[in-house]
């Protein structure tokens, strides 16, 4: 089985490093625009996490990207923070088509229900190996304007503003906000996961929303992602014990889902690499 992953590996990285020397790019390079498009204004240390990299590594990536005119630099030391020129932008939309396409003749011969299947179990194999999840997975129910000016503010509230359901998260937490509704009041049926975040850290805060209204508050940096009805979902969600009466559950407002679960919405949801990024705000 390791040396079959380590074939298919392989065989991926050759081919894509072989076709985006067209752009100028190797496939660590562009795994770092891919991150930093997801997450501008990272850090050098966080950038190496997430590209599997060490940061002296990363740094002499970095110093040849910026060169290239392709990343900016802001601030200096540990502050130093990097992001995507208009150049790196551009470079990366187009290599992303060429990546696109090595992935669909990789995978064309397996139907969407077997694509899922192998991402799944790859990501199962991932988790075994690797150090002890300390991760908790959420689910916040939320109609969706509400959710807009969350993602807007980078904060979550729960229970109607109470700090007790809030207590519960941990930084470094997952939440995925669904939203049954467009808006609280006469809202449009919806039934969408609509954003999804990190918690940031174990700041639990009040806030003066108005006159009496003091809302308790968790930061949250949210991640791209893309609007998902929740109906084709369904049978895949291993939380959603009762398949007829699946909109019970989200009654509760905020609960836990398994790591499992948590996959499955965020590939839905067309988020990259949501084990560790700290992105922008969702399209």
């Keep these: 089985m390791g040396y079959a992953l380590k074939r298919a590996q392989h065989a991926l990285h050759s081919t894509m490093d072989g076709e985006l020397r067209d752009y100028g790019l190797s496939v660590s390079q562009y795994a770092a625009l891919q991150i930093l498009a997801s997450r501008p204004r990272i850090s050098n240390a966080d950038l190496a996490r997430d590209a599997f990299v060490s940061r002296q ?4 990536l970095l110093t040849g990207l910026q060169a290239n005119g392709l990343v900016t630099a802001f601030g200096q030391g540990r502050s130093q923070r990097y992001a995507l020129t208009a150049e790196g932008r551009t470079r990366l939309g187009t290599a992303s088509s060429t990546v696109a396409a090595i992935e669909q003749r990789m995978l064309a011969t397996l139907s969407r229900a077997e694509r899922e299947q192998l991402h799944r179990q790859l990501s199962i194999c991932a988790t075994a190996l690797g150090p002890p999840n300390q991760q908790t997975y959420w689910v916040s129910t939320i109609s969706r ?7 807007e503010g980078g904060f979550t ?4 503003g109470k700090a007790s359901g809030l207590k519960r998260l941990k930084a ?3 939440l995925i906000y669904y939203s049954p509704k467009t ?10 996961f609509t954003a999804i975040g990190r918690v940031l850290d174990e700041e639990l805060y009040q806030v003066e929303q108005a006159p009496g209204l003091t809302p308790w508050r ?10 998902t009805p929740i109906r084709p979902l369904i049978d895949q969600l291993s939380f959603i014990k009762d398949k007829r009466r699946w909109g019970y559950m989200f009654r509760v ?3 836990k889902i398994p790591q499992e679960d948590f996959a ?5 949801m067309a988020v990259e690499n949501p084990s560790s990024p700290r992105a922008t705000r969702p399209s």
Excluded at 57 to 60: D, I
Excluded at 264 to 268: D, F, N, P, R, T
């Design 183 to 192: 808006s609280l009041r006469d809202g449009e049926p919806l039934q969408a």
């Design 172 to 174: 470094d937490d997952w």
């Design 145 to 151: 304007d509400h959710v807009r000016l969350s993602v």
């Design 264 to 268: 499955v919405i965020s590939q839905a």
């Design 57 to 60: 590594a990363m740094h002499q």
């Design 218 to 227: 968790r930061n949250v940096e949210f991640v791209k992602g893309t609007e």
């Design 253 to 255: 407002g905020l609960f």
């Design 157 to 160: 509230q729960a229970g109607h």
